[in-house]
């Protein structure tokens, strides 16, 4: 039989050592059950979550090893396990930079029983950033020392909260970042704004932790779907990208403007009205991490190497992976 949950996380996560353990320590404050699937980390994210996975009950951890950034389809897979495994009520989505505004559970209800049965919830970013001033302390220890973010987000984001109050709906379809949800049967789904709750956004934490989430981020774009570049997802992943291609540095001025323009329409800053101090009472202990991020050149040469050995599993698996094609897949990786 199932168990019996109230509200349930769900997030895929990819090389957040920094940050995976805090994520799961605090929302698993908020939530009463979280699924992480691991997807193919190469830096020690699989053995922090093996440890967590040890002390917390209530905690899921799965893995997908497979290159590409398909976050969406994954996210369908274990809305089903969720579904299916708790009976949840409520069900968040999740990314590893992300934090509930709020553990206490009166709080987080009154938010959530605004959205009807069957209907979509939205909660909004706020997102912390690097600023030139507290620059060398934020990487110690994210998201605690990471103190100042955006007065305003332009656009605003939100993320999707369902009520699915135990029943099981087959014809969900995540949509891109979980910013929206819809059914494949075409029928609508009521949404609601919930102001009250946030998500404490953390999407750039150090230099070494964007060098390595944009390169391998958007080589795995690339390799989901390869006309990406003309299209508008992932702009700002791809901006990043050319730069850091073109030998741009990524110095401390542009480190903390990226992480104030991340994901905004504004193209400059004025760091004594655009920001503002805050204390998101963030409360954990690390037990099994440090903070410190892997190494840029680590993560990208250790995904390259993962991204070819999944394509040669692929080609493998085929019926016509015949040993004359699998010798034309090797020497076209550069072997």
């Given at each position: 039989?199932?168990?019996?949950?109230?509200?349930?996380?769900?997030?895929?996560?990819?090389?957040?050592?920094?940050?995976?353990?805090?994520?799961?320590?605090?929302?698993?404050?908020?939530?009463?059950?979280?699924?992480?699937?691991?997807?193919?980390?190469?830096?020690?994210?699989?053995?922090?979550?093996?440890?967590?996975?040890?002390?917390?009950?209530?905690?899921?951890?799965?893995?997908?090893?497979?290159?590409?950034?398909?976050?969406?389809?994954?996210?369908?897979?274990?809305?089903?396990?969720?579904?299916?495994?708790?009976?949840?009520?409520?069900?968040?989505?999740?990314?590893?930079?992300?934090?509930?505004?709020?553990?206490?559970?009166?709080?987080?209800?009154?938010?959530?029983?605004k959205i009807p049965r069957g209907g979509v919830g939205l909660v909004p970013w706020r997102t912390f950033v690097l600023t030139p001033e507290t620059l060398q302390q934020a990487g110690i220890d994210p998201p605690?020392?990471?103190?100042?973010?955006?007065?305003?987000?332009?656009?605003?984001?939100?993320?999707?909260?369902?009520?699915?109050?135990?029943?099981?709906?087959?014809?969900?379809?995540?949509?891109?970042?979980?910013?929206?949800?819809?059914?494949?049967?075409?029928?609508?789904?009521?949404?609601?704004?919930?102001?009250?709750?946030?998500?404490?956004?953390?999407?750039?934490?150090?230099?070494?932790?964007?060098?390595?989430?944009?390169?391998?981020?958007?080589?795995?774009?690339?390799?989901?779907?390869?006309?990406?570049?003309?299209?508008?997802?992932?702009?700002?992943?791809?901006?990043?990208?050319?730069?850091?291609?073109?030998?741009?540095?990524?110095?401390?001025?542009?480190?903390?403007?990226?992480?104030?323009?991340?994901?905004?329409?504004?193209?400059?800053?004025?760091?004594?009205?655009?920001?503002?101090?805050?204390?998101?009472?963030?409360?954990?202990?690390?037990?099994?991490?440090?903070?410190?991020?892997?190494?840029?050149?680590?993560?990208?040469?250790?995904?390259?190497?993962?991204?070819?050995?999944?394509?040669?599993?692929?080609?493998?698996?085929?019926?016509?992976?015949?040993?004359?094609?699998?010798?034309?897949?090797?020497?076209?990786?550069?072997?």
């Open positions: 039989m199932p168990l019996s949950s109230r509200i349930l996380g769900l997030s895929v996560v990819k090389n957040e050592q920094d940050i995976i353990e805090p994520f799961v320590r605090h929302n698993l404050r908020a939530l009463d059950y979280l699924i992480v699937l691991d997807n193919g980390s190469v830096d020690d994210t699989k053995r922090i979550l093996g440890k967590l996975g040890e002390e917390f009950p209530n905690l899921l951890v799965l893995n997908d090893d497979a290159f590409g950034h398909r976050q969406a389809e994954r996210l369908q897979r274990l809305l089903r396990v969720g579904q299916s495994t708790y009976e949840p009520e409520y069900v968040f989505f999740l990314d590893a930079d992300e934090f509930v505004s709020t553990t206490d559970s009166h709080e987080i209800e009154r938010a959530l029983c605690k020392s990471i103190t100042w973010r955006r007065t305003q987000e332009t656009p605003m984001f939100h993320k999707v909260v369902l009520h699915l109050d135990g029943e099981r709906y087959d014809d969900l379809v995540i949509e891109h970042g979980s910013h929206n949800v819809s059914r494949s049967s075409g029928r609508t789904m009521p949404v609601v704004h919930c102001d009250e709750l946030k998500l404490l956004h953390y999407p750039v934490r150090s230099r070494e932790q964007l060098i390595g989430s944009v390169v391998v981020g958007w080589i795995a774009n690339v390799e989901r779907d390869s006309s990406v570049r003309s299209s508008n997802l992932h702009w700002h992943k791809r901006m990043l990208f050319d730069r850091i291609v073109a030998g741009e540095s990524i110095d401390d001025t542009f480190l903390c403007e990226c992480s104030m323009l991340y994901a905004q329409d504004r193209n400059a800053v004025d760091w004594h009205s655009d920001v503002i101090e805050e204390d998101a009472k963030i409360a954990y202990v690390r037990r099994y991490s440090t903070g410190v991020p892997a190494g840029a050149l680590q993560l990208i040469a250790a995904s390259w190497e993962q991204s070819v050995q999944s394509a040669i599993r692929v080609a493998l698996a085929e019926p016509q992976a015949t040993p004359a094609r699998l010798r034309a897949f090797s020497t076209a990786a550069g072997d």
